[in-house]
């Protein structure tokens, strides 16, 4: 069961939308962070079952966000979430260890699946 | 992100909301001409600034000076969401950009190096304004694109760019976002900028888009 998500974003509008686009009678407990910096240090302060990560971020993208994230654990559930959606941005994340590449802006849908695939790694 | 003077009628959630919608047109954007150029647009946050018309130009100067010279395409676009678009490149890079589409070492004449440029822009702009629109309830039409080929910036005059983008006391919504190609010293400049006409409508679109999640 997903309980503990992190969204790295240095949009608030964009965290804002990925929680509208949360399912609402379900109780998580959310952490957000602006920068690749911060998603790195609230992952290891929360060590969450899902990340939300951006990649066009000041400070620290979301693709060294990312590399750090899997360094630091191997098996933490990563989504990225960005519009960027080029054919080698999303190569590249997935061999950076991305679960799954969710293009901007999100669905109630496209977040539903992500939540249902990151269930199932989390098994 | 700068909301500045003169009337300042974007709150800054709004502002914001118009950042994160920019933000996904350019990926759109940049997206389609990866698959044309097979090579990776790296994007950058973009930045969106309330700015008086007529001062509109000395910013695009303040962005690109670090350029002798740069080279221009701009197309004008409307609908709800009215203004320009102009996509500029450092005037060196001209070469470097062509070699991103031709892979027979053609020889660079005048013409392709215009055809090449339009084409940039084309997809660029069309593609980011055409989002934007898309993800506002808008649908815009474009005029064709017009290429300024070498446009020193220290004489960037109005004559440049369209002169509907000045008027004194018009205030417009300045839209920027630079990019560049992985692993070529290639960058550009993307300025979108909504006239005063389109304000009142961009609000309402924009608080409409939040509301939809």
């Keep these: 069961m997903i309980k503990k998500i992190l969204i790295v974003d240095d949009s608030q509008v964009a965290r804002a939308i990925v929680k509208k686009c949360l399912p609402k009678d379900r109780d998580f407990e959310l952490t957000e962070a602006s920068n690749g910096q911060e998603g790195l240090q609230k992952f290891k302060e929360v060590r969450p079952d899902l990340t939300f990560l951006d990649l066009t971020m000041p400070v620290m993208d979301g693709f060294d966000a990312l590399k750090a994230i899997k360094e630091e654990d191997n098996l933490a559930v990563v989504m990225v979430l960005s519009s960027d959606i080029q054919k080698k941005t999303v190569e590249k994340v997935v061999t950076l260890g991305a679960d799954m590449v969710i293009p901007k802006p999100p669905s109630a849908e496209s977040i539903q699946e992500a939540l249902t695939k990151a269930a199932k790694l989390l098994v | 992100?700068?909301?500045?003077?003169?009337?300042?009628?974007?709150?800054?959630?709004?502002?914001?909301?118009?950042?994160?919608?920019?933000?996904?047109?350019?990926?759109?954007?940049?997206?389609?001409?990866?698959?044309?150029?097979?090579?990776?647009?790296?994007?950058?946050?973009?930045?969106?600034?309330?700015?008086?018309?007529?001062?509109?130009?000395?910013?695009?100067?303040?962005?690109?000076?670090?350029?002798?010279?740069?080279?221009?395409?701009?197309?004008?676009?409307?609908?709800?969401?009215?203004?320009?678009?102009?996509?500029?490149?450092?005037?060196?890079?001209?070469?470097?950009?062509?070699?991103?589409?031709?892979?027979?070492?053609?020889?660079?004449?005048?013409?392709?190096?215009?055809?090449?440029?339009?084409?940039?822009?084309?997809?660029?702009?069309?593609?980011?304004?055409?989002?934007?629109?898309?993800?506002?309830?808008?649908?815009?039409?474009?005029?064709?694109?017009?290429?300024?080929?070498?446009?020193?910036?220290?004489?960037?005059?109005?004559?440049?760019?369209?002169?509907?983008?000045?008027?004194?006391?018009?205030?417009a919504v300045l839209m920027k976002t630079v990019f560049h190609f992985e692993d070529k010293d290639i960058s550009g400049f993307l300025f979108l900028v909504a006239n005063q006409d389109s304000m009142e409508w961009l609000e309402t679109a924009l608080n409409n888009f939040m509301a939809n999640f």
């Design chain 2, 1 to 171: 992100m700068n909301i500045s003077p003169p009337e300042q009628k974007f709150s800054s959630d709004e502002a914001a909301i118009l950042q994160e919608v920019m933000n996904i047109a350019f990926g759109k954007a940049s997206a389609d001409l990866a698959r044309v150029i097979d090579i990776r647009v790296v994007l950058n946050v973009p930045h969106v600034e309330l700015i008086g018309a007529d001062g509109l130009l000395q910013r695009i100067k303040e962005e690109t000076k670090v350029y002798d010279a740069l080279s221009i395409i701009e197309q004008n676009f409307w609908g709800k969401f009215t203004g320009s678009a102009l996509l500029a490149f450092p005037s060196s890079a001209k070469k470097g950009l062509i070699s991103l589409f031709d892979d027979e070492g053609e020889e660079v004449s005048p013409l392709l190096e215009k055809e090449t440029l339009l084409e940039v822009g084309n997809i660029l702009i069309g593609a980011c304004v055409g989002k934007v629109a898309e993800l506002l309830g808008d649908m815009v039409s474009f005029s064709p694109p017009r290429l300024n080929p070498h446009v020193v910036i220290s004489n960037l005059a109005k004559e440049a760019v369209s002169k509907h983008l000045a008027g004194a006391g018009k205030i």
